[in-house]
């Protein structure tokens, strides 16, 4: 799945992915038989291609990375019952998402703006503000339609 990303972002990646909360996310199912873990993959892998489309530079990059892998970072199965699925987790994970990537991970301004405006227009009151975001928050939408679709 990793292709045409250079050295350093991919251990970027691989230094994301051996995080053991960021593992745990393997464990929850999300569109389709597809884990959140493998979404979030997908959505930077996505995010990345558009990023080099634009030239981005390196630490936009980087706060794709970060933030794209973190993008639903809400550590539950929304599928279970437990939290309802009538458009509530929609409007809920990014804000809990966030606050669990504060957590364990030190974010700047972009790649918290990515995590909390993913679901945007959903999200109304928290709007992408940075070209990383809005890039990541398309990718997102893009991979969950091919996900559900597949």
């Known amino acids: 799945m990793i292709n045409r990303i ?3 972002e991919e251990a970027l990646l691989f230094e994301l992915q051996k995080n053991e909360n960021v593992s745990k996310m393997k ?6 038989t597809i884990t959140v873990f ?3 993959l997908n959505v930077v892998m996505t995010s990345l291609k558009i990023a080099d489309r634009l030239s981005l530079n390196k630490e936009q990059k980087k706060n794709i990375i970060i933030g794209g892998m973190l993008h639903d970072f809400f550590l539950y199965n929304w599928h279970d019952g437990r939290v309802r699925k009538d458009g509530i987790h929609c409007w809920l994970h990014p804000k809990v998402a966030l606050s669990n990537a504060k957590t364990y ?3 700047n301004v972009s790649q ?3 995590i909390r405006s993913h679901m945007f227009p959903a999200t109304l009151l928290h709007p992408p503000m940075c070209k990383e975001a809005w890039i ?15």
């Open 6 to 8: 250079s050295p350093e």
């Open 136 to 150: 990541v928050s398309i990718a997102d939408k893009i991979c969950a339609l091919k996900e559900y679709f597949k």
């Open 112 to 114: 918290q703006n990515i």
């Open 105 to 107: 991970f030190d974010l």
């Open 27 to 32: 464990d929850y199912p999300h569109h389709g």
């Open 38 to 40: 493998d979404h979030s």
